[in-house]
T-cell receptor, first 113, second 117 residues
Framework: QQQVKQSPQSLIVQKGGISIINCAYE??????FPWYQQFPGKGPALLIA?????SEKKEGRFTISFNKSAKQFSLHIMDSQPGDSATYFC????????????FGKGTSLLVTP | GAVVSQHPSRVICKSGTSVKIECRSL??????MFWYRQFPKQSLMLMAT?????????EQGVEKDKFLINHASLTLSTLTVTSAHPEDSSFYIC?????????????FGSGTRLTVV
């Protein structure tokens, strides 16, 4: 059972545009919400993460928005660049489980020149 | 900092043989390592959690006798796929932590592409 639902499955954005990926969860015990970027044939790399006591976190061009009441969180990539073309995964975990990650299904992002 | 090395990056083996994959934390001590499996164009699925010095905890549906995990030290965990079959062909990825970034920091290895022929 997919504990974290991610959309869209794929996304095409023009260079300079904003890429938005959304995730939703059901388990209110989740207390850590990271986003990962994965290039083909490589392991995922942590982009940015948030805890539920914060509604927004920004690091460079990447912003997480978190809505605890709606049990949703999203990744915004500002000024998207062709080098951002990759697969993005949202995830959620519980501290007491040792932070084993429950991943969304992933979003394949293509940024066109 | 917080580098995780996974070896080999790709391996091809014959059906029925066993393959060992290593996951090393190079610049920190990892009390916990996770092993994930990823099929093409799909998400990562947690296979097992290993804590140093303890037996691994396997997720439901993962055969512990087929996927042997050893976490003998704070810097090394191994996954051995025993009696491999073509359906075991997949991308296996480990993650290790917590890193110096705090309890929330876990770093992924670069993955191992296993092909069973």
């Amino acid at each position: 059972q997919q504990q974290v639902k991610q959309s869209p499955q794929s996304l095409i954005v023009q260079k300079g545009g904003i890429s938005i990926i959304n995730c939703a969860y059901e388990n209110t015990a989740f207390d850590y919400f990271p986003w990962y970027q994965q290039f083909p044939g490589k392991g995922p790399a942590l982009l940015i993460a948030i805890r539920p006591d914060v509604s927004e976190k920004k690091e460079g061009r990447f912003t997480i928005s978190f809505n605890k009441s709606a049990k949703q969180f999203s990744l915004h990539i500002m000024d998207s660049q062709p080098g951002d073309s990759a697969t993005y995964f949202c995830a959620a975990s519980i501290r007491d489980s040792g932070y084993a990650l429950n991943f969304g299904k992933g979003t394949s992002l293509l940024v066109t020149p | 900092g917080a580098v995780v090395s996974q070896h080999p990056s790709r391996v091809i083996c014959k059906s029925g043989t066993s393959v060992k994959i290593e996951c090393r934390s190079l610049d920190f001590q990892a009390t916990t390592m996770f092993w994930y499996r990823q099929f093409p164009k799909q998400s990562l699925m947690l296979m097992a959690t290993s804590n140093e010095g303890s037996k691994a905890t396997y997720e439901q549906g993962v055969e512990k006798d087929k996927f042997l995990i050893n976490h003998a030290s704070l810097t090394l965990s191994t996954l051995t796929v025993t009696s491999a079959h073509p359906e075991d062909s997949s991308f296996y990825i480990c993650s290790a932590g917590p890193t110096a970034r705090g309890n929330y920091g876990y770093t992924f290895g670069s993955g191992t592409r296993l092909t069973v022929v």
